[in-house]
């Protein structure tokens, strides 16, 4: 019997698809290895970057998400079959936007630059940049609610609407 598929929208540009049981449904082999590289990767840079937990490593990461695990160390959420897998980080949403988003301003503890070389080498595979001491940045839910209405449209169009409109 399938199961429906529920579609939650994290995001503008990510979604993330689960299945009444909290699995997605299970993929193919090169395609959980495909995520499990990008995966790898973001958690390696948020590692190094923001603190957070290192994974086991690739191959089990790509047999966790062969069998339809989409929730990694509880905050990480992927969807094998999205352009870029890893579409949300609970835990560390402002380093999330400044790797997949290209938002290199969400982290300004960290240099633009640098940022930039973290986000090649987790989307592209590029060279591993520089050892770093991960640096704490505000996790707090008032500081993510902040940082996610910040980049919205809402946000955006709640900004200029008044300005836009006729006063009287």
Not at 137 to 165: M, Q, T
């Amino acid at each position: 019997m399938p199961t429906k598929t529920l579609v939650i929208f994290t995001g503008l540009m990510h979604k993330v698809s689960r299945t009444k049981t909290g699995l997605m449904h299970k993929v193919s082999r090169t395609k959980a290895a495909a995520a499990a590289e990008v995966l790898f990767r973001y958690m390696v840079a948020r590692y190094r970057c923001v603190g957070g937990q290192l994974s086991a490593g690739r191959i089990r990461l790509a047999d966790e998400i062969q069998q339809g695990i989409q929730v990694f160390e509880g905050a990480i959420i992927i969807d094998a079959d999205a352009r870029l897998p890893v579409t949300m980080d609970r835990e560390h949403y402002q380093f999330f936007s400044a790797i997949m988003n290209g938002c290199s301003e969400a982290v300004p503890e960290i240099e633009p630059g640098e940022m930039g070389a973290w986000r090649i080498y987790v989307l592209n595979g590029g060279p591993v940049p520089k050892w770093r001491e991960s640096i704490p940045i505000d996790r707090s839910p008032v500081a993510h609610r902040s940082s996610i209405e910040k980049g919205s449209i809402i946000a955006y169009v709640k900004r200029w609407l008044p300005r836009l409109l006729p006063s009287g």
